[in-house]
């Protein structure tokens, strides 16, 4: 038996962890009610989702969110937070929608005047979320924030944020502009729209391409492009 | 059985009640002394028995024990009185339902039927001693077979006694007269026949001693023989659960403020608990030094009020919610007095369920709001509040809501479908004024920010308007749904004109 072997065995006979491989747990899902989407698995729980999409062109990742805060809050009786860093959630749009406003928590940051900007109060708030548990779905929606601002977010809290969520039925989504999360993110969508879908004089239709920029569980992950059709509620 | 619990030294027990706890045991191994009248002229009215045992005597002008050295002197107090006998009755409370105010410092109670819960007499007075112990009183506890006995033989002998039916008149002999606590006409009389003793008293003939003292002496005969039997006289529960602390000087950190709050909701703790209550609101008032208020608009009193949703006992959950707020407040002078109250409420009852959805813990969920509540304000400029669950507003007017109280109760399950795959609208909060210019009456570009884009579609108008019978909040609008041709692609925005101010609007987008 050589040194290293002997050196080995004597510390795995006192820590027996000390070489053990870091296995991730497995993900559990939850659906977001769009087929093609629910197709690749849903939103992973115990990981960080970022779910990003232009901020002038609609690119649908508001409505791909309120679909999966619906089949979350309502379908599986969750209790959801969303993080609201720039105040545009529409609570009216959300009921139509079937979302059960009761069981959300809603925190419109950057509302009063208090010393942080609003990007510091929704990751700080999110971290009050993701340390005290029970949530199903915490959502975080930077997507009124300025790319140049949340580009600034460190790398160790997005790592942060990945790590404590990992241990947590939880599924915590980042909506915003562009993926920063880079590694840490168990699930990266891009969305953006197909141009020129205005059918009559109404506007009914939003048809969006989704782009799996990353997936833990799908590789390569940029292989699948699901194309989905979104409705109005008075379609 | 009846236990009687009485607190030798009461205004000094009470007063000592008000300090923290390491420090009242150490004051407890010192002479400490408690005066009162007027300012100019405040006399010894209780001193503790080391006090008394360094020569200080009931009567002594403040100046006296001044003299002796290291005397504590404390002014006394009604409210702390008043407080500690309320925790006197609420320790007794939670041994009995039928719980008699005897007299300042002694309450008398009936342990009738309670052997199965408390074991025997002994068992339960040790209990009881126990309970007066974590309430911060060193007492004295008697149990015997009528009330009378009890509060005598509490009186007397110091430690727990249990005197068994049959045996009252043996064991009370020893007793001084005086604790009886006879008319000094009596007293003087008994004093001079050399009755000392609750046993010399029995012996006495009791038709000499009708002739000579009537029906008072024969009826201090009969107390000093343990046979007179009287109803208890119960007192009805107080539900007024407040604690107060008057700082000697004003206080203006918070260290100091918070030290004496967590205090003074262990307290209200105990005492809930020993009623088997928890409380759904707390009310924190404090007084500040009104000499050191600068301006008018600035009020001397701070008060803050916490509705919980659910029925909470523990002190260190009360605790960090007071500290969050405390936290994020500011104050215009120092503190001078504290107050705590806790309205009473039944605990929460709730079985978890197997298969019940995950939830957060309900008095963690608390903290949990407060906690957000310090990062990002309460309420905004408006006065809706930051932090909550959404409601939509019965109304036709557009972003119509409030934000009510955020609670893990089960919630009415929604039998409404959910539809399938619908776009929503994103706000812009408050609505972003645009310029738009109009041809053939519909939009032909929208200024968004320094853009101008062209309109490649619209629908509309759509026209809306309310509260036309108010000036102030009457509205009337004319929404356009448009297809704006981005850098980045096409976008779907909602535009509106304020038809009252005529003035153009972006609402939201479509995403």
């Known amino acids: 038996m050589n040194s290293a072997v002997l050196l080995r065995s004597q510390i795995e006979?006192?820590?027996p962890s000390a070489f053990a491989v870091y296995r991730r747990p497995q993900h559990k899902f939850i659906p977001t009610g769009i087929s093609q989407i629910d197709d690749l698995g849903g939103i992973p729980l115990g990981a960080l989702t970022e779910i990003c999409g232009s901020q002038l062109a609609s690119s649908g990742k508001t409505s791909l969110f309120?679909?999966?805060?619906?089949q979350a809050a309502t379908e599986r009786e969750m209790f959801c937070a969303l993080v609201d860093a720039s105040d545009a959630f529409d609570p009216t749009s959300?009921?139509?929608?079937?979302?059960?406003?009761?069981?959300?928590l809603w925190v419109r940051c950057g509302k009063t005047r208090q010393k942080l900007p609003p990007l510091e109060q929704a990751f700080k708030v999110a971290d009050i979320l993701v340390q005290s548990g029970g949530f199903g779905l915490i959502a975080v929606d930077l997507g009124g924030i300025p790319e140049r601002v949340?580009?600034?977010?460190?790398l160790a809290s997005w790592f942060r944020f990945s790590r404590v969520v990992e241990k947590q039925p939880t599924a915590l989504v980042f909506i915003g502009q562009q993926p920063h999360a880079t590694s840490c993110a168990g699930l990266v969508l891009n969305l953006k729209n197909r141009p020129g879908i205005w059918p009559g004089n109404l506007l009914t239709n939003l048809c969006v391409e989704a782009e799996v920029v990353r997936a833990l569980d799908r590789k390569p992950a940029g292989s699948v492009r699901p194309v989905f059709s979104l409705k109005s509620q008075w379609a | 059985m009846f236990a009687c619990l009485t607190t030798p030294d009461f205004p000094v027990q009470a007063a000592l009640c008000s300090e923290p706890e390491h420090r009242r045991e150490l004051l407890k191994q010192s002479p400490v002394v408690v005066v009162d009248g007027p300012a100019s002229l405040l006399r010894v009215v209780a001193a503790n028995q080391k006090a008394r045992r360094a020569g200080i005597a009931i009567g002594m002008t403040k100046l006296q024990p001044e003299s002796f050295g290291v005397v504590v002197i404390r002014k006394r107090s009604a409210q702390y009185e008043d407080a500690a006998q309320t925790a006197?009755?609420?320790?007794?409370?939670?041994?009995?339902?039928?719980?008699?105010?005897t007299a300042p410092g002694t309450v008398t109670f009936d342990l009738q039927g309670t052997e199965k819960l408390f074991g025997p007499a002994r068992h339960a007075a040790q209990k009881i001693a126990l309970c007066a112990r974590e309430f911060g009183f060193d007492a004295n506890i008697a149990v015997a077979a009528n009330p009378g006995t009890a509060l005598h033989a509490a009186r007397g002998f110091q430690g727990i006694t249990v005197i068994p039916a049959g045996e009252e008149a043996a064991r009370l002999a020893s007793l001084p007269v005086d604790v009886l606590v006879p008319s000094p006409e009596i007293l003087d009389i008994l004093e001079s026949w050399g009755i000392r003793t609750f046993g010399a008293l029995a012996a006495l003939p009791p038709i000499?001693?009708?002739?000579?003292?009537g029906q008072d002496g024969l009826q201090l005969q009969r107390l000093a023989i343990g046979k007179i039997e009287r109803t208890l006289v119960p007192v009805e529960p107080?539900?007024?659960?407040t604690e107060s602390f008057e700082f000697e000087d004003p206080v203006e950190t918070l260290e100091s403020l918070t030290f004496i709050l967590n205090r003074l909701l262990g307290q209200v703790c105990m005492r809930l608990a020993s009623r088997s209550l928890a409380t759904n609101e707390l009310r924190l008032k404090l007084e500040l030094e009104a000499r050191q208020v600068k301006t008018g608009a600035e009020k001397e009193i701070y008060e803050r009020i916490w509705k919980l949703p659910l029925p909470i006992a523990d002190a260190k959950v009360l605790f960090r919610l007071a500290c969050l707020d405390l936290n994020s407040s500011s104050f215009a002078a120092p503190v001078k007095r504290l107050m705590v109250e806790a309205v009473p409420a039944k605990p929460r009852s709730a079985q978890g369920g197997l298969f019940a959805p995950v939830s957060p813990e309900a008095e963690q969920l608390e903290i949990t709001l407060a906690r957000i509540r310090s990062v990002v304000g309460s309420a905004d400029e408006v006065g809706v509040a930051c932090v909550g669950s959404p409601e939509v507003l019965d109304s036709h007017r557009p972003d119509s809501f409030m934000l009510k109280s955020f609670s893990t109760k089960p919630a009415k399950p929604v039998t409404r479908a959910i539809p399938a795959s619908v776009f929503v609208l994103r706000l812009f909060r408050p609505a972003l004024v645009t310029s738009v210019e109009v041809s053939n009456g519909k939009p032909r570009s929208v200024l968004l920010g320094r853009r101008l884009l062209l309109v490649l579609a619209a629908s509309g108008p759509w026209c809306g308007s309310g509260?036309?019978?108010n000036a102030s909040s009457a509205w009337a609008r004319e929404e356009w749904d448009v297809a704006l041709k981005t850098p980045e692609g096409t976008g779907f925005y909602r535009v509106f004109l304020d038809r009252l101010r005529k003035q153009w609007f972006v609402e939201g987008m479509f995403d």
């Open chain 1, 13 to 15: 006979s006192r820590i």
């Open chain 1, 66 to 70: 309120i679909s999966l805060l619906a």
């Open chain 1, 94 to 104: 959300a009921e139509a929608a079937g979302v059960a406003l009761s069981r959300l």
């Open chain 1, 150 to 154: 949340v580009r600034k977010v460190p």
């Open chain 2, 88 to 101: 006197l009755l609420d320790c007794a409370r939670s041994f009995s339902p039928r719980v008699e105010s």
């Open chain 2, 208 to 213: 000499s001693l009708s002739e000579r003292l």
């Open chain 2, 238 to 241: 107080s539900d007024d659960f």
């Open chain 2, 467 to 469: 509260q036309w019978w």
